[in-house]
């Protein structure tokens, strides 16, 4: 007879933490709570009552559960949690998502986009993952056809429910880490319980809470008054003094205050007989006298015994699958016809041992990981090895292959069974599996499992497996550590060591690690020098191709991680690093191409077209475009979306324009290279600061800091952050620019964007601070760290920018300028307007006027795509037109003054009115609109704009309400409220208006 109690007991604190954040994601406030403690506390029912509100309140609700099998397929709950909506039709279009379609259709065969490549970076998935469930949380359930509007209400939100998160694989971690970072912005809450025990989901749980970054409420056991409470209702007793006092004093003892042991162990007297209903009430036959924890055990096994045989068996089977078993699992080791099999499960159904899974078809669940281990306890040590070699076997006949989860399975069956050696293999052939899947933390928990089992004389291929994922999961250091043992050293061929080496070499020197970028390129040389490859061994892979052309030319990765070091870290003058890099990339590409290696050679044409820049960009072209036709020959669709992305990346330097950008961003979301989409929405982010579109620079910006990842290339994610320092630069913040260099100073390793903060950030804003000292001991910092470093930027300012000051200064003459002139950076359109202005400056000074007067037109109809440097450009040439007496210097400069004093840049308006004051032209006295904003948010760099939508704040109006009475869209209001909560340091928009009230209530006083 099995007991529960029908409603919750002692958890009305947790209860209402839940409902508070349920009600914040109805107000547009996401968030994440996760609910951790023991077996049995009450984490699913407790989780069950948020379900249950959702609903009532109109969220939608989406669960998963995760499971010891279900660590072998990445993204398992999340999967079916979402899986559950789509299954109902309802599949989102919002806009959002077109982008990460193809990512998604990974996932779900509901969203597939034919002809989409796999895999996709991790981030990417964890991205499109938050835009998925942002879109359920926002639209209507008519949306799967267009037609949001169609009888139904918009949703108010969604509940997102994860269960026993400490069974779930790192790639589901990864994701839950993303949306707990991001949440608070979407209509989306985040519960997810797991066990108080050690692992990566308690290693989560730790950084959410140091951070403070969601709420963690742990449950502790309960007291003796909810003990009682819960055994009155198990037993629908009509009063306090309904139970006896023996079991009162029996469930308190030994149930610990755990709701789940309490329930159990008065089913255990009900069954055994112990406790009784009477006419009086409820009466024992004697005291308790069973211990826990075997008490449960036997109370099981006496619950087992009274089933018929078959559906004992089943369960017990069923349990060694773990604590959720999938149906055809099941039945494919018991060999059960669909009649027998599904009369058994109704059997444990009834007998309470089990419950189906609503959210997962063919899903089924114990009703507690209590209940799998106690039924699995039933069985002795050598029953259970019997049962899981059987399970090995009937898997094994049904499909050799073992597709899906099953191959994990079998895994986790044969470490049950005593079989290691067979345990190995399964888990090292999931974790090929996974890697091959782009599921790369999955892939190496499971070949780590692999390599535990397997005796150290048959580790090689393991481990060769693992240090290939350690490496692609960015853990260099453990691979490091992997590849120093013997068994690696005596059991992996030579050239797929020099391979690894190699990797591990130019990626390290990408990351700015020298010194393990030395070590391992070392390391490839001197395996390489010891290989005799005159075998013909080498082609990466350890194989051998038989070509004895290959006897003098080492392989494809050696060659391409002595390019990347020598160019990024190489000692010496740059020029001559460059040379000799561009040597070793060109000898990578012809090896590669000789050895049949197609993606090498793409890698290594890459970094030529890159250094060949130098050349001339249509020189760095032409490369590329022999990239696109590999990458359409050899049906590489990333390489050929990699190969759009920097002729696009060219193109935009050299004419200004971002058309190519946007072209090349939206082939890369269409083929799912996602990774390669944000490097484009980067440099569109860029081309808007360039071109003085802050506004779309900042929408960009808050797309790539939400989903950008670290591109193995010469940038990384701290690339946006830099964007977003260039972009308060270009309009003279120089406290926002100093707090984004900040968080790009965070990283202690070296990065080549060096050139982008020191050229387009501080001298940029020192400009606009009229300091112009400052600007060009900043630009000769820049020159210094050019001449030690090969740099891949050639907008920073070392071929435009620098040159107009240091002839503006009179360091440059005629000749220095030519030979700036020249040089290929010369002829992209940024650098060009300044060097025609350096141009016109000199011309005006050899008392050239009417060529100079050209120059400067010249100079206005290249910056034509970049209004603000136009403008400080006419500021500048200005000032010399008036010293030297040539040119239209009142007009420039009230062309410039005008630009400068709409948009509060206040040091370079001021300057130009006063350099028309000294050219004998009058000019109105304009008051300054940003003196009525306090200094403590001036310094902060909030604009007049901004401050109109601060003073309406205290009063917490809404967007719409500050819409109306500014005369300006709801979307406009909500972009400044966004800015003033960064600049004012802020948490959210409630601390905002809380704090603009209490700057009010400080100028009152003060008035």
Aim: net charge negative.
């Amino acid at each position: 007879m099995r007991s529960y109690c029908p409603v919750l007991i002692g958890r009305a604190e947790e209860l209402r933490v839940l409902t508070s954040a349920l009600s914040a994601v109805r107000e547009g406030t996401g968030g994440s709570v996760f609910l951790l403690g023991e077996p049995g506390i009450g984490k699913s029912r407790l989780a069950e009552e948020c379900v249950d509100a959702a609903r009532a309140a109109g969220l939608r609700i989406l669960r998963g559960h995760c499971g010891p099998l279900g660590a072998a397929t990445p993204f398992r709950p999340l999967v079916e949690a979402v899986s559950s909506q789509l299954r109902t039709g309802h599949v989102p279009r919002s806009p959002g998502l077109h982008p990460y379609r193809a990512t998604l259709g990974r996932l779900f065969p509901e969203l597939r986009v034919p002809g989409t490549p796999a895999p996709a970076d991790l981030v990417e998935v964890c991205e499109a993952l938050l835009r998925l469930l942002a879109a359920f949380g926002e639209e209507s359930e008519g949306s799967e056809t267009g037609d949001a509007g169609a009888g139904t209400s918009k949703a108010d939100g969604a509940l997102l429910v994860l269960e026993d998160l400490h069974d779930a694989d790192r790639e589901t971690l990864a994701v839950v880490e993303y949306l707990v970072n991001h949440l608070h912005g979407v209509r989306v809450l985040l519960v997810a319980t797991l066990r108080s025990e050690p692992g990566a989901a308690a290693d989560l749980v730790g950084r959410v809470t140091r951070r403070r970054a969601g709420t963690v409420l742990e449950l502790d056991p309960l007291g003796s008054a909810e003990v009682a409470d819960i055994a009155a209702r198990c037993l629908a007793a009509a009063g306090p003094g309904g139970v006896p006092a023996a079991v009162a004093e029996y469930v308190e003892r030994y149930g610990a205050g755990n709701p789940y042991l309490v329930e159990e162990l008065l089913s255990d007297l009900l069954d055994a007989g112990l406790l009784r209903a009477t006419s009086q009430g409820w009466r024992t036959a004697g005291k308790p006298q069973v211990t826990v924890p075997r008490s449960i055990v036997e109370a099981h096994a006496r619950r087992l015994d009274r089933l018929d045989s078959g559906s004992r068996d089943l369960l017990r089977t069923a349990a060694l699958l773990g604590h959720r078993f999938s149906l055809p699992a099941l039945q494919t080791v018991t060999g059960l016809a669909d009649p027998d099999l599904f009369g058994r499960v109704h059997v444990a159904i009834d007998a309470g041992f089990v419950l189906p899974d609503s959210a997962a078809p063919d899903w089924y669940s114990f009703r507690h990981a209590l209940t799998a281990e106690a039924v699995r306890a039933t069985l002795l040590p050598g029953e259970q090895a019997a049962l899981a070699r059987r399970a090995v076997g009937a898997l094994e006949a049904a499909d050799p292959a073992l597709p899906d989860e099953r191959c994990h399975l079998a895994a986790a069956l044969s470490r049950i069974a005593g079989n290691p050696r067979a345990a190995a293999r399964y888990y090292a052939e999931a974790g090929r599996r996974a890697l091959a899947d782009g599921a790369t933390e999955t892939a190496v928990a499971l070949l780590e499992h692999a390599h535990d089992n397997v005796p150290p004389a048959e580790r090689a291929a393991v481990d060769a497996a693992l240090i290939e994922a350690l490496i692609e999961a960015d853990h260099l250091d453990r691979a490091l550590t992997l590849m120093d043992t013997a068994e690696y050293s005596a059991g992996i061929a030579t050239g797929r060591r020099i391979a690894l080496h190699s990797q591990i070499a130019w990626i390290s020197a990408m990351a700015g690690r020298r010194p393990e970028a030395a070590a391992q390129l070392a390391t490839a040389r001197r395996l390489w020098a010891g290989s005799g490859d005159a075998d013909g061994e080498g082609d990466g892979n350890g194989d051998s191709d038989g070509d004895s052309g290959s006897e003098l030319t080492p392989p494809p990765e050696l060659l391409l991680a002595e390019a990347y070091c020598v160019f990024l870290q190489g000692d010496g003058d740059a020029a001559q690093r460059r040379t000799e890099a561009e040597r070793f990339a060109r000898l990578a590409a012809a090896e590669a191409e000789r050895r049949s290696s197609p993606v090498m050679v793409c890698l290594a044409s890459q970094l030529s077209a890159l250094l060949a820049r130098e050349q001339g960009f249509d020189v760095a072209n032409r490369i590329l475009e022999r990239i696109l036709a590999v990458a359409e020959a050899n049906d590489l669709p990333l390489w050929r979306a990699e190969a759009m992305v920097c002729i696009a990346g060219n193109d935009f330097m050299s004419t200004g324009s971002g058309h190519l950008l946007e072209q090349a961003r939206d082939i890369s979301f269409q083929t799912g290279s996602v990774s390669r989409g944000l490097v484009m929405e980067n440099g569109l982010a860029l081309h808007a600061v360039l071109a003085a579109d802050h506004e779309r620079a900042g929408e960009i910006l808050a797309r790539c800091r939400a989903g950008t990842i670290q591109v193995r290339g010469l940038g990384d994610e701290r690339y946006p952050v830099l964007v977003a320092a260039m972009s308060a630069a270009h309009r003279g913040l120089r406290a926002a620019m100093d707090r984004e260099l900040a968080v790009f100073a965070e990283h202690d390793d070296p990065s080549p964007l060096v050139p982008l903060k020191l050229g387009l950030c501080r001298a940029f804003c020192a400009l606009l601070e009229e300091d112009r000292s400052l600007a060009l001991a900043e630009l000769d910092a820049l020159d210094t760290w050019l001449d030690a470093n090969p740099s891949p930027f050639y907008l920073a300012g070392r071929h435009g920018l620098r040159p107009l000051l240091m002839t503006l200064e009179g360091r440059w003459t005629r000749d220095r300028y030519e030979q700036a002139a020249s040089g290929p950076g010369a002829r992209l359109r940024w650098n060009a307007q300044f060097l025609h202005l350096a141009d016109a400056v000199l011309l005006g000074r050899e008392g050239r006027a009417e060529a100079a007067a050209a120059a400067v037109d010249t100079a206005v109809a290249a910056a034509a795509p970049f209004p603000m440097a136009r403008a400080l450009g006419l500021r500048l040439v200005g000032e010399a037109a008036v010293a030297d007496g040539w040119g239209e210097p009142d007009r420039w400069l009230r062309t410039a003054e005008e630009y400068f004093h709409a948009r509060d840049v206040h040091p370079v308006a001021g300057r130009c009115r006063a350099l028309l004051r000294q050219a004998g032209v009058r000019v109105a006295q304009r008051r300054d609109s940003s003196e009525q904003i306090p200094a403590v948010l001036r310094e902060r760099g909030v604009t007049v704009r901004e401050y109109q939508v601060f003073a309406l704040l205290p009063g917490r109006p809404t967007n719409k309400d500050i819409a109306r009475w500014l005369v300006i869209s709801p979307r406009t209001v909500e972009k400044h409220v966004a800015s003033l909560i960064i600049k004012a340091g802020q948490a959210d928009r409630t601390n905002l208006c809380a704090y603009a009230a209490e700057l009010a209530r400080g100028g009152a006083r003060q008035g």
